[in-house]
């Protein structure tokens, strides 16, 4: 059931499934990222389809949440999908990340727990809000607008 501030096809409630559940709806480099906390390589063939992507909206690509959209992406040279906000902020979550040996914020989808990638800010980027969310292009859906 569909709430009136969830757009069509988006989730109306918490996601949540086991790991065997995941493996059947996810492949298993979305499983990586999404499941696993993993991080795809940078320069990667969907951070190309990124850039080539024109306006819509980016979903998770394990819920269909609405997380980003392309008004508020840029390219970052990173070799990773960048987005200086979300589109919906109560889908997106973040929390402390001490993996790797430093200290990130880690960026979840709220709806279904899956890990996005993380968020940086004070880079100096010409944004709104300074901030860049990293985001792996696997655990995205792009929906283009209309």
């Known amino acids: 059931m569909e709430t009136p501030d969830a757009a069509p096809g988006e989730p109306s409630g ?24 993993g991080t795809e390589p940078p320069d990667g063939e969907a951070y190309h389809e990124f850039k080539q992507q024109g306006e819509g909206d980016y979903q998770c690509a394990g819920c269909g949440a609405l997380l980003f959209s392309s008004a508020q992406k840029f390219d970052s040279h990173c070799g990773w999908p960048s987005f200086y906000d979300p589109a919906k ?39 709104p809000t300074d901030k860049r969310y990293c985001i792996n292009g696997v655990g995205l859906k792009f929906v283009p607008a209309g």
């Open 89 to 127: 902020a109560t889908n997106v979550t973040t929390k402390t990340d001490h993996s790797g040996g430093r200290i990130r914020t880690e960026v979840n989808c709220a709806v279904c727990d899956g890990h996005l990638g993380h968020v940086f800010e004070g880079e100096g980027f010409d944004t």
């Open 14 to 37: 918490k996601i949540v499934k086991t790991g065997e559940e995941w493996r059947k709806t996810l492949t298993p480099g979305q499983y990586h990222i999404l499941r696993e906390s």
